[in-house]
Nanobody
Framework: QVQLVESGGGLVQAGGSLRLSCAAS????????MGWFRQAPGKQRELVAT???????NSADSVKGRFTISRDNAKNTVYLQMNSLKPEDTAVYYC????????????????WGQGTQVTVSS
């Protein structure tokens, strides 16, 4: 099995910063894309940012210039540095990864973390 464990959420004032981490563990042969999504109360889950194993990044327009995604392939860990936080960034943040579990199986499967709460006060 594969587990994704997030950490780093919390309560911060508007304009502040937080850094989220997500470590993948278990039966992992390789990971291609890793990413962060978020879900605010009453809203659908939305993409925040993704990064491929080669370092290609993509992010939502709403976070461009404020959030930076990075990863450490050796540690199977993805990070989200969040600066200039706004109250509208308040949500549960979920980590996602596309994992190839075995060398004998070329398929990739998507896994989710349990989520970490980020609350930005005004």
């Amino acid at each position: 099995q594969v587990q994704l464990v997030e950490s780093g959420g919390g309560l911060v004032q508007a304009g502040g910063s937080l850094r989220l981490s997500c470590a993948a563990s278990g039966s992992i042969f390789s990971i291609n894309a890793m990413g962060w999504f978020r879900q605010a109360p009453g809203k659908q889950r939305e993409l925040v940012a993704t990064i491929t194993s080669g370092g290609t990044r993509n992010s939502a327009d709403s976070v461009k210039g404020r959030f930076t995604i990075s990863r450490d392939n050796a540690k199977n860990t993805v990070y989200l540095q969040m600066n200039s936080l706004k109250p509208e960034d308040t949500a549960v943040y979920y980590c996602n990864a596309g994992v190839r579990r075995y060398s004998s199986d070329s398929s990739y499967y998507f896994y989710w973390g349990q989520g970490t709460q980020v609350t930005v006060s005004s």
